[in-house]
């Protein structure tokens, strides 16, 4: 049996309002447009050196403390994110894994933007299985706010910078009898050009041109009439694996993604919107890093406790979705 072994989190001391956002950086939106079509009022913004690294690093560092695990101990270092320390090359995943000590691990990133972290968690499962005897440290880190266009009202109005990771292992013998965790992973590529950012092979960025053809795009009202179809569906396909009702189903822990998206799956559902645990009020979309701290604030605040049915459900660009279901903390 496994099991989340411990969680943690970090957040970027800067805070920007959504009144930041109108007087500071000019955009013409004020604190009740933002708040009316996202949920957000404020969300954090990572200044000088602290960067996707650093911040999954200490997101890390964070979940190891909470595991009371060494980490000597972790074989597996996973970084979900779309905003990696550098470009490509080399893994944002090899340099925390070096700055954390993991000297016995290996170590890579995963691209599935905002469903990166739900990805993560279930190819962690899949090599703990293979390997009983080993750990590993599954984390999700964006610094999105460094490739947001600022004037673009549509984007970065949305985004935060942040970082949440678990660390998962066995179980002690005797523990989680009878749990068992049920996954729903899918992508929808014909949806690939919704939301992105240029600079790869397909559409290199050309010397000389216009910073904004690396900034991230989005076709806002695509995604989202994407993401209210998506959620219900994954957290129904889940309850049909496992057999139970939504309604069986204590807490789910979402992509943090836009408030007006949980409302209308909850509405769909039929399930109540208060046991869709949301942090998005102020920490805004943090993509791949959105579900691990919001995970972290509700094992932190109580909202999360052992034996409860919990999912996690991610839904973004690529176009990727999935959730997990399980029985909390058991994997």
């Not at 972790?74 to 925390?96: D, F, G, K, N, Q």
């Not at 010397?207 to 795009?217: D, R, S, T």
């Not at 769909?268 to 691990?292: D, V």
Request: glycine share 12%; net charge negative.
């Amino acid at each position: 049996m496994l099991k989340i072994l411990g969680t943690g989190s970090y957040l970027p001391e800067k805070v920007v309002t959504n009144d930041d956002l109108s007087k500071v950086y000019n955009l013409d939106t004020n604190d009740e447009w933002i708040y009316s079509h996202s949920g957000i009022h404020s969300r954090h913004i990572a200044e000088g050196t602290d960067a996707t690294a650093s911040m999954a690093t200490k997101a890390g560092k964070a979940a190891l403390e909470s595991a009371g695990v060494d980490p000597l101990d972790i074989a597996l270092v996973i970084v979900a994110t779309v905003s990696p320390e550098y470009h490509a090359l080399p893994s944002t995943a090899c340099i925390v894994q070096d700055a954390l000590g993991c000297k016995n691990a290996y170590a890579f990133d995963l691209m599935a933007a905002c469903s990166g972290f739900v990805f993560g968690l279930e190819q962690a499962r899949g090599y703990l299985t293979l390997h009983p005897d080993k750990k590993a440290l599954v984390i999700g880190a964006e610094c999105l706010s460094r490739i947001c266009d600022w004037t673009d009202r549509g984007t970065c109005i949305l985004f935060g910078d942040g970082a949440g990771a678990v660390v998962v292992g066995q179980a002690p013998e005797g523990e989680g009898e009878g749990a068992k965790t049920y996954s729903y992973l899918r992508s929808d590529g014909s949806g690939a050009e919704m939301m992105g950012r240029k600079g790869g092979t397909h559409d290199p960025v050309v010397i000389g041109a216009p910073a904004k053809n690396e900034w991230l795009f989005m076709n806002g009202r695509g995604v989202f009439q994407f993401a209210i179809k998506t959620v219900p569906m994954v957290i129904e396909e889940l309850c049909k694996e496992a057999g139970i009702q939504v309604s069986d189903i204590d807490l789910i822990v979402p992509h943090q993604a836009n408030m007006r998206i949980l409302d209308s799956s909850a509405k769909r559902l039929g399930y109540p919107l208060e046991k869709f645990y949301s942090n998005i009020e102020t920490t805004g979309n943090t993509s791949g890093a959105s579900i691990p701290i919001a995970l972290d604030a509700a094992v932190k605040d109580g909202s999360v406790k052992p034996g409860m049915k919990i999912s996690f459900v991610g839904f973004g660009a690529g176009l990727t979705y999935g959730g997990l279901l399980m029985t909390y903390p058991y994997l």
